[in-house]
Nanobody, 115 residues
């Protein structure tokens, strides 16, 4: 069973920044890809960003140029650097890992952007 644990959420003012972390219970290179998704109240979960084993990054249009996904294999961790945050970014952010056609999810971390 793959374990994923998100951290780094919190409250920030519009225009601020946060960095989310997702620690995995095993080497992140065991996974085909790792991703961040988010779910705002009343909305469906939506894709935010992903990075595959080869390092290719993909972003949702709504976060391009503001969010950056990265990884540190030495500590089995994937990050999501979020800059220029807006109230529309308020959501629970989830980390996921994909391997052998299955997806594993963390418990999520809350991000609130308000003045």
């Amino acid at each position: 069973q793959v374990g994923l644990a998100e951290s780094g959420g919190g409250s920030v003012q519009p225009g601020g920044s946060l960095t989310l972390s997702c620690g995995a219970s095993e080497s992140i290179f065991n996974f085909n890809a790792m991703a961040w998704s988010r779910q705002a109240p009343g909305n469906q979960r939506e894709f935010v960003a992903s990075i595959n084993v080869g390092g290719r990054e993909i972003y949702a249009d709504s976060v391009k140029g503001r969010f950056t996904i990265s990884r540190d294999a030495a500590v089995n961790t994937v990050y999501l650097q979020m800059d220029n945050l807006t109230p529309e970014d308020t959501a629970i952010y989830y980390c996921s890992a994909q391997i052998l056609g299955r997806s594993y999810w963390g418990q999520g971390t809350q991000v609130t952007v308000s003045s």
